[in-house]
């Protein structure tokens, strides 16, 4: 599981490094754009299909976004995790909100009245959580003592905090009219993390799996719905000049 | 805008590239520390002096370590108990030579998170008042360890010597 994820994640980082690339502003005569301005708001798929199928994770995050001016969207999630990670040495369960916000730039020069986004952002996120230890092991470079028995503690810790910031890679492409599905990669970097004594933030709600250092990797598949709110005309002069 | 966007993956994949590999426990990380038992003449208390065919068993265990030629031993622990029993016998290999005596190891445990690789780790604190109880075999031969002493009763690195033995 973790490794075909790492390499799911791998295609799609390579995919959408390639998409990005092969992005080059060649617009030709178009005629007038009209361009709608709105909110949009979602959920994310994953999180709630690993619900489903994964008994050891429940979470949910919306998703949501506010056209601002032509390429830039007001952008946040707010999301709920609960998560038990079962790792060699240990187990614990991850308990927690959180909520990001910040901006999308979309990228993408859309034809004729497509309205899809490839679009680079930025988040500032934040998380309140607890942790439970429910078991670990000694680790014993000796091998002469049979291996000590698991330690089941169940010990909880509450009222922790994280911050930390994002840079979002992502695309949207509306399938049906007003409804978009979304892929987005994050690379987080941990601002502040109170970590509980003698135990350390493995996993932070919306920041995802953390690890020695203070970077972190997250995603989500998004669906959600675009509500227009009002429309403008692209003026020709606007976009001759873009064109240089 | 191109550019940003190359400065963009650059960066997405400098990010990624420097994310650390935590899933094995690495040899060079501490984690739970052996007893370090340094041996020296009891005629001469501050010369170092090497043990020969030194067998060392834990009462339970059925193997036995064996240290020849050096001066300095480490041995481990029980992590699931406070306290762990040895025997220590001294020229093994040999029928009439050979002497054994007991050595229990009294302490207190404190278990500490090392990270998500390696889980947790035992240190030990040697107790203050017996710390450890030197006993003979039933048929007694005679104690061969003429005299412990306790160097460091905090046993949290193999990198000091927490017991030294005078025979």
């Known amino acids: 599981m973790k490794h075909m994820s790492k390499f799911t994640f791998s295609i799609l980082l390579i995919l959408t490094s390639l998409l990005v690339i092969g992005q080059t502003n060649k617009t030709d005569s178009i005629p007038p754009k009209i361009e709608k301005y709105g909110v949009r708001f979602g959920a994310d798929i994953s999180k709630l299909i690993q619900s489903f199928y994964d008994k050891k994770y429940k979470g949910i995050e919306f998703v949501g976004d506010y056209r601002v001016t032509k390429n830039y969207y007001l952008a946040g999630e707010l999301g709920n995790e609960n998560t038990t990670v079962e790792d060699n040495r240990l187990t614990f369960t991850t308990q927690g909100t959180y909520l990001k916000v910040g901006f999308d730039y979309n990228s993408y020069e859309n034809w004729l009245d497509m309205r899809n986004m490839l679009y680079i952002g930025m988040r500032y996120g934040a998380s309140t959580f607890s942790q439970t230890l429910n078991s670990y092991n000694i680790y014993n470079t000796s091998n002469y003592f049979p291996e000590a028995p698991t330690v089941f503690l169940g010990e909880k810790y509450n009222g922790l905090t994280s911050q930390w910031i994002e840079i979002v890679l992502g695309l949207k492409a509306e399938v049906l009219n007003n409804i978009y599905l979304g892929f987005s990669v994050r690379m987080n970097r941990l601002l502040t993390n109170t970590k509980p004594d003698n135990f350390d933030n493995l996993y932070i709600p919306g920041f995802n799996r953390t690890y020695n250092g203070d970077f972190g990797i997250g995603f989500n598949y998004s669906i959600s719905y675009f509500l227009p709110l009002y429309k403008t005309k692209a003026t020709q002069k606007k976009d001759q000049k873009k064109k240089k | ?167």
Not at chain 2, 36 to 60: H, Q
Not at chain 2, 97 to 109: A, G, V
Not at chain 2, 115 to 121: D, I, N, V
Request: charged residues 20%; glycine residues 2%; contains cysteine.
């Open chain 2, 1 to 167: 805008m191109k550019k940003i966007q190359l400065l963009f993956i650059c960066l997405f994949s400098i990010t990624f590239s420097s994310c650390e590999k935590d899933d094995i426990c690495e040899a060079t990380t501490p984690t739970t520390p052996k007893l370090v038992i340094e041996f020296y003449d009891i005629l001469n208390p501050t010369v170092k002096k090497n043990v020969t065919n030194l067998a060392v068993k834990e009462l339970n265990t059925a193997t036995s370590i064996s240290f020849t030629g050096s001066s300095k031993i480490q041995i481990p622990l029980r992590t699931s108990q406070d306290l762990t029993k040895y025997s220590f016998i001294l020229n093994s290999t040999d029928a009439t030579l050979d002497n054994e005596d007991f050595l229990q190891f009294n302490y207190t445990r404190q278990n500490l998170f090392v990270s998500r690789a390696c889980g947790f780790k035992t240190n030990f604190i040697l107790n203050s008042t017996t710390p450890i109880i030197k006993t003979e075999t039933l048929i007694p031969d005679g104690y061969w360890i003429q005299n412990v002493v306790i160097a460091n009763s905090n046993i949290t690195t193999e990198n000091e010597t927490h017991v030294k033995i005078y025979f």
